[in-house]
């Protein structure tokens, strides 16, 4: 049995789609939202590729197949950019959900509207495929996808990590890479295979980062947190935080509404630190942050981050205060243990203060 190089590419990409599914399914760790849109993705890219091997098999053979060739290219046009829609909605949190879908569905429109005219996808009668005078807007739609993906996959990363992490750069340069080789050499058709490896990078990516992630608070974990410790190689802020008088909150009130402050306080953190640097619960009712950028605005922070505090402690007067300690480390010239002890020193003077407060009030 002959086989030619392509469809041997196609069927290794099918067996890497086939693999990723098998992957998500058995996954213990996503939610069910990630699972449905990530093998959304797999099945979606399957159906493109499947499409655009169908076209590739019968462009220029029995005309009476071009109604099949026809059909083939456009649920293929269709649907590619719609993968990269998808794959921000399983790989991020994206904003307005319902307008990208109008988006996608007003694209669908206009490929099937300009079908009936040759404007994008033109079969000819002889059989062969050519490109319309409107391909360009399907590549404009096409582009418009995969940059909307990777911005939605970076801010996400960006909402942990004060930088993406050097893996997640690789794999959005690897998918640009290999797209805009196929739309230089058309013939190549390469394309559905570097967006299925890349989506399984990406897929891949996202269970390590919510591996490192706090199951509560959605914050960086201990582990986390103490391995970043060691990797400081730059001056950096050390930020501590605990929650005041929380095993009182507990006792009290239970531990779900504990549970919630601890959500709460843990969003208030990733809002004002998170575009500066890392944050961390450390466990129970600790938190750290780690900042990397502008070091010099920490008092401003902390300001902020004690004022939204108090915001919420007006709102609800069960909502417990919060203690901040912090240190200036530089890996040149400090003692790292030195520099967690002054700042831990300095958040245990401010929740005595705290206590005192409270008793005095």
Known sequence: IKMDLYTAIVIITVGLLIVTIIDIRHNRIINSKMKKYSILVCLLLGISLFCEWV????????????????????????????????AAISYSKI?????????MALHIIFEIWAMHYNYVIAVDAKNYYHRGPLYFIYVLMFSASIIYCFIAVLREEICHYAKPAPELLATLIFLAGGIGLQMVYSNLRVDYMCVAIGNYFLYNHRCVVILRMDG?????????????????????MLIYMDVNNFKTVNDTYGHAVGDRYLKLVGSQIQEVYGRHGSCYRCGGDEFCVILTKELNKTGELN?????????????????????IGFANFDPATDQLKVMIEQADEMMYQAKQKAKIAAVQG
């Open 55 to 86: 076209g590739v098999k019968i462009d220029g053979a029995d005309v009476s197949l071009i109604g099949v060739h026809n059909a083939a290219k456009l649920i293929e046009f269709c649907l590619a950019p719609l993968i990269c829609a998808v």
């Open 95 to 103: 904003k307005r959900p319902r307008l990208v879908a109008i988006v």
């Open 216 to 236: 509560l608070t959605y914050l960086l974990n201990r582990r986390c947190y103490e391995k970043d410790l060691e990797k400081i190689s730059a001056p950096a």
């Open 303 to 323: 300001e902020r981050f004690l004022a939204k505090v108090q915001q919420r402690q007006k709102k609800d007067g069960r909502f417990p205060g919060v203690s």
